[in-house]
């Protein structure tokens, strides 16, 4: 579309406003000269000889390009010199402009370029003949005389020059007009030389006819020399350009501007009307196609030569001209003259051995300027300098891009992911929050263990691409690290953020395919939003992650985030220490809650937990201390220390001369340990415990990840003689089928299920089923969480062995176990051989 208020482009039809002007200045001038010369016309046969010489003189020694037009500095001033004193006034007007016409015609120029330069010449000429009219007549080669030639000649200089500025000017703008100025710099220098060099050939013609042999080889001397000049010329101006074009390419690749630099400065480096940039689609780049033409400020996305050509030269990896100058391959020319482009050099751009594009020019400005070998020679290097320039650019924004996005899913990373939230924080919407979503991989490391890496990978690809595919348009879905994605968008409420996150958690859960392993994919799902929970993007990130944390503990779970949550980790990040301290010191106590059979009450063993009372912060919670020692790497030596101090009471252990059971609980990473049933052999030797009195309790979770790494572990410790327990059964995914191929003795139901028994159905019927199948599959039964006697007798009814919980005592430390034990115990009962039977529970 183009704009009202930019002027209309005119074209080289309109220099007839410039050429006529001058060709009635030149008629009247001519008529004037006429009326007034003693002599206005003869002596034509030297005046075909000048006509020659002005011809010969009238080949361009050097060629200035300003926008569409050619300024060639000549020599046709040293025979204008000449004829203005031997000839006529007239007759120097009339092979003069004759001149003019026959080089223009040779060149095969327009119409209007033709008769612009034909007035140019007799509009010039006529008024330097009429102003060497006013001065008196030469009768020698003095002073006088120089000065009236002097004056002539300058009058055709000075109509050369303002006709040429004025012609651009009305075509292609003031600012057009003001460079053909600063460019008429040269060729005026070079006219006043040859005025003067004109005037001494004339005093030496006068002075003796001989010294025309002199002035020939003088004058051949001159045109190797003009010659020479106009190389050097031209390769000073050519390794200027060469060098503004790198230093322009250089620093526009930094600021993502190659193409306008390169472009702009190629076009006018080889003097055509269009330089065109062709990069076929690579990865993730779309194809490039821009062209920079000499009378548009901007960059096109067209290019006036056919697709065929930029595909001949990828294909075929050399340079390809066609034009009248230089022409590589003859089957694009009628293709070329159809789209009216007279000449075009297409060169590839070479990264190392492949070919990543082209780059183009066409239409060599200037009507009688075509491409030459040397122009070729000069365009591959410059497209040598395009290519390296174009590889490092998009190097840096591959740089640019792997340093935000994830190389495993193309994600944005937590960098991106960081700047986006603290540009949506930044611009605050009323009614809006900026929600973060964090959505933490189950299992993970499961699947890395037991199926290697790539399936990991794929499983972490498979959830990007269905959150990806499933999370609303305006969301930004990236990587946050390791096994969790994060999505952030505006929503209109909290409430709005945790619907969508149970939502997405539905639609990306479901199963993935290997080989013939069929995994359960699901997420624990953390969430928070602006303003409620965070002003800035660190601390929103951090207490989503919080979140995403606190859900795991309840798998498949969506957690709101709440300042109770960050104060729990933070306590527990200023644990990590303290428990160290404790460990070495000893603050750490073993305490021990009884087991006991609930048909007959009797003690069978306890369970054996750890406690701490830290100094500053009280008791701590085992989830707590637990977990820090997890994460701290001091579970192996949490754990030594519950075994030993467990075995040696047990050991002690003497009423009735029963022995104390016991049993410890396990961490799903010490079964990852191999030299962990080692360590419980010798503490089994060390204090004298035989093996069936120790029972290991595993999780469900732990011991029922899917895979198949703990059991090496787990045989090695039931061959020990070591009991196996699972606990917690029923929280998991995990069935009892599972739990054959285990080598268990022993299955603890939940505490959830077992409290939940006198009140809700299906708690008894979960119970009711773990308790039947077990015992078919051999396994003993222990019920946790036993808190009331109708729980007690709901248990007796269907069938269950052993129980623990509030209703027969709290953990206890080993001295109140003692006293339990003697205040619990019925005398009576305490028989050689037999398990002591405790009082009825008040």
Not at 409 to 426: C, Y
Not at 597 to 620: I, K, N, Q, S
């Amino acid at each position: 579309m183009i704009r009202r208020d930019q002027p209309r482009r005119r074209s080289s039809e309109d220099a007839w406003i410039i050429t006529a002007p001058m060709a009635l200045v030149a008629v009247a001038c001519a008529t004037v000269t006429g009326l007034i010369a003693e002599h206005p016309v003869g002596k034509w046969p030297q005046a075909v000889l000048f006509l020659a010489l002005m011809i010969v003189a009238g080949l361009p020694l050097l060629s200035l390009v300003v926008r569409r037009q050619t300024l060639g500095v000549t020599l046709t001033e040293l025979p204008l010199v000449l004829a203005l004193y031997f000839l006529p006034p007239l007759t120097v007007v009339v092979i003069y402009t004759l001149t003019a016409l026959i080089t223009h015609i040779r060149h095969r120029f327009s119409a209007p370029k033709v008769w612009f330069n034909v007035a140019r010449a007799a509009a010039g000429t006529s008024l330097a003949v009429l102003v060497l009219q006013a001065f008196p007549r030469m009768n020698g080669v003095g002073p006088r005389t120089w000065v009236s030639i002097f004056a002539a000649v300058s009058m055709v200089l000075l109509v050369s020059v303002v006709s040429v500025v004025a012609v651009h000017t009305l075509l292609h703008g003031w600012q057009t007009g003001r460079g053909a100025l600063r460019s008429a710099k040269t060729p005026l220098l070079t006219a006043g030389i040859n005025v003067s060099v004109g005037l001494i050939v004339l005093i030496l013609v006068r002075s003796t006819w001989w010294s025309l042999l002199l002035l020939a080889a003088i004058g051949a001397g001159l045109v190797l020399v003009y010659r020479s000049y106009a190389q050097f010329f031209r390769q000073h101006r050519t390794l200027t350009d060469l060098y503004d074009l790198t230093r322009a390419v250089v620093e526009s690749g930094q600021s993502g501007t190659l193409a306008d630099a390169l472009l702009g400065r190629v076009r006018a480096l080889m003097q055509a009307e269009y330089a065109t940039l062709w990069l076929p689609a690579q990865g993730r780049h779309p194809e490039t196609l821009l062209t920079a033409r000499v009378d548009d400020p901007g960059l096109l996305d067209v290019a006036h030569t056919p697709q065929a050509l930029r595909e001949k030269v990828r294909d075929s990896r050399r340079t390809v001209a066609v034009g009248r100058g230089v022409t590589t391959d003859d089957e694009f020319r009628a293709d070329l003259g159809e789209r009216r482009v007279k000449d075009a050099v297409v060169v590839p751009l070479r990264s190392g051995p492949v070919v990543i594009g082209t780059l183009e020019v066409a239409n060599r400005l200037g009507d009688g300027n075509h491409f030459a070998p040397g122009d070729i020679a000069v365009f591959e290097t410059v497209a040598a300098h395009a290519a390296v320039a174009l590889e490092n650019s998009r190097l840096v924004d591959r740089l640019r891009h792997d340093a935000e996005h994830d190389t495993l899913t193309k994600l944005p990373n937590r960098r991106r992911i960081t700047a986006a939230v603290t540009e949506a924080v930044r611009i605050a919407a009323p009614g809006e929050v900026v929600a973060l979503l964090l959505f933490d991989v189950d299992r993970l490391r499961q699947v890395n263990e037991s199926l290697g890496h790539a399936a990991g990978d794929k499983v972490l690809v498979d959830v990007a691409e269905r959150l990806r595919a499933h999370a609303p348009s305006s969301a930004l879905v990236g990587r946050a690290g390791g096994d969790e994605f994060l999505v952030t968008l505006r929503l209109e409420s909290t409430e709005a953020a945790l619907e969508l996150a149970g939502q997405l958690r539905e639609q990306i859960r479901g199963e993935m395919v290997f080989d013939a392993l069929t995994l359960d994919v699901d997420t624990a799902v953390g969430v928070a939003v602006h303003p409620e929970h965070g002003s800035d993007a660190v601390t929103l990130l951090q207490r989503v992650d919080l979140a995403a944390t606190a859900a795991k503990s309840v798998p498949g779970s969506v957690q709101l985030y709440s300042p109770a949550l960050e104060s729990r980790s933070l306590r527990r990040l200023g644990l990590a220490g303290d428990l160290r301290r404790a460990l070495d010191d000893g603050e750490l106590e073993v305490y021990f809650q009884p087991k006991v059979t609930l048909r007959d009450r009797r003690l069978v063993g306890v369970e054996c937990l750890a406690r701490w009372e830290h100094p500053a912060h009280g008791t701590v919670v085992p989830d707590d201390f637990v977990a820090v020692a997890e994460h701290t790497g001091q579970l192996g030596r949490l754990t030594e220390f519950v075994l030993r101090e467990s075995l040696r009471r047990s050991r002690d252990w003497s009423h009735g001369e029963q022995a104390l059971a016991i049993s410890v609980n396990l961490g799903a990473r010490t079964l990852t340990d191999q030299h962990f049933p080692t360590l419980v052999r010798d503490l089994l030797d060390e204090y004298g415990v035989p093996p069936q009195r120790l029972t290991l309790e595993i999780t469900e979770a732990g011991v029922l990840d899917g895979t198949e790494r703990p059991i090496p572990t787990l045989q090695r410790l039931r061959d020990l003689g070591v009991r196996l327990s699972v606990d917690d059964f029923g929280t998991g995914n995990s069935s009892l089928a599972q739990l054959r191929r285990l080598p268990v003795h022993e299955v603890k139901v939940d505490r959830s299920f077992v409290q939940g028994m006198a009140t809700d159905p299906g708690d008894l019927a979960i119970v009711n089923a773990v308790v039947t199948l077990s015992q078919q599959f051999g396994l003993a039964v222990v019920a946790e969480g036993v808190e009331s006697e109708l729980t007690l007798e709901l248990l007796q009814d269907i069938g269950c062995e052993i129980g623990q919980g509030f209703l027969f005592s709290r953990p206890l430390p080993y001295e109140r176990l003692e006293a339990w034990f003697g205040a619990q115990v019925d005398p009576e009962t305490i028989v050689a051989g037999e398990l002591p039977r405790l009082r009825v529970v008040p």
